[in-house]
C-alpha cells in the first residue's frame, strides 16, 4: 500500500525540550514579538468556526509591500519549510534531482525524497562554507532544483555577492535556484547576496524566508516565498487549501505593523552570539546559533548529553555541536554550564 522508498527515508528530528531546561535546541526566539500579536491573535479566535482566507490576499500585499515587491510575487505557505517542499513538487518529477549544501537544514533531502526526487548532497568546505564550485559541478540534466541556504544551518557562514553571481552565471536557466534566507534578520555580513535584489537579476532565483525565527512565530507557521511571477503562480497552485490559517495570518500581519519593535530584539542576540563564539573558539556565525564542528561523531551527543545534564539542551549532529543563541541571561546560563563540562 506504500511507495517502498518510504521505509528507508528520513524522519525530521526537532529539537529536545525538557521541562525546566534551558531550550537552545530549536533555533527559536524565548519571548513573543509584541503584545499585540496576542491581541490579534484573540481577535481571530473569536470566530474559528469561518475558514482563513484561502489566498492570503492581505498577508501577501503586506509582504509585498515590507519588500517593495509586487503581491504576485509572493507565496505564502505554512512555514518556510511548507515552501520549500512546494519547489521540488513544481519543478521536479521522479528521478529528477535536487542539490544542496550538507550539512545544511536537516529537511531538504526529505523535501526531495517524499517526491521521488534525488538529493545530491555537496559537502561544506573545510572552513564549514558552501561550496559553490562543487555545486556547479554537480549539475546535470536531471537537475531541477538547488537550495543555497545563506546563512548556513547549521554552519552560521555565508557567501558574498560576487561568489553567488559567479555561481549564477554557470546555473543553467532553466534550474530553480532557492536561495534560503531562514535567518535572514540576523545576518549582518558587509557582502552578502540578498534574494530581493536577486529575484530581480536571475528569473530563475526564488527567495525564502520565515516568521518562525527572528519575528517569534516559530509555534504558528507562516513562511514566505517570493520571486518570478511564474514560479509563485505554480507554488500557489500545489499549496495545501487554507494551509495559512487565520491565526497566523493575523499574528504575521501584526508584526509586519510592528515590525521595527519586533526586530529590535535581533540586536541583543547579535552581541551574544559573538559572546559564544568568541567564548567557545570558533568561527562567528550570521544567524541566531554557533557551530561548533566535531572531527568525532561521538563528540557532539556526548557534549549534548553533560549540557543537558546541567539544565542546557543544544543540537548535536555528526558533524557538530549547533547552539541556539537568544539573550544575554540564557547565554549566561549556557556559558556557566559549558564552564562546568570542560
Known sequence: MIRAEI?????????????????????????????????????????????PDMGVDKLRAKIAEFLGLESNQISVGCGSSAICQELVQITCHDGDEVIFPWRSFEAYPIFAEVHGAQPVMVPLTADNGLDLDAMIAAINDRTRLIFVCNPNNPSGSTITTSQFAEFMDKVPEDVVVALDEAYFEYNRAADTPVATEEIARHPNV?????????????????????????????????????????????????????????????????????????????????????????????????????????????????????????????????????????
Open 206 to 342: 526564488v527567495g525564502l524566508r520565515t516568521f518562525s525565527k527572528a519575528w517569534g512565530l516559530a509555534g504558528i507557521r507562516v513562511g514566505y516565498a517570493f520571486g518570478a511571477p511564474e514560479i509563485i503562480s505554480a507554488l500557489n497552485k500545489v499549496c495545501l487549501p487554507f494551509s495559512v490559517n487565520a491565526v497566523a495570518q493575523a499574528a504575521a500581519l501584526t508584526c509586519l505593523d510592528y515590525a521595527d519593535r519586533v526586530m529590535a530584539s535581533t540586536e541583543e542576540t547579535v552581541i551574544q552570539r559573538d559572546r559564544v563564539a568568541d567564548a567557545l573558539g570558533v568561527q562567528r556565525s550570521q544567524a541566531n546559533y554557533v557551530w561548533l564542528p566535531c572531527d568525532d561523531p561521538a563528540t557532539a551527543p556526548e557534549l549534548a548529553e553533560r549540557l543537558a545534564e546541567h539544565g542546557v539542551l543544544v543540537r548535536a549532529f555528526p558533524e557538530g555541536l549547533r547552539i541556539t543563541v537568544t539573550n544575554r541571561a540564557e547565554t549566561d546560563l549556557f556559558l556557566a554550564a559549558w564552564e562546568k563540562i570542560t
Open 7 to 51: 521505509a528507508d527515508m528520513p524522519e525530521y528530528v526537532p529539537g529536545k525540550d525538557y521541562p525546566g531546561a534551558i531550550k537552545l535546541s530549536s533555533n527559536e526566539v524565548t519571548t513573543a514579538p509584541v503584545p499585540e500579536v496576542k491581541e490579534a491573535v484573540m481577535e481571530v479566535l473569536d470566530n474559528p468556526n469561518r475558514y
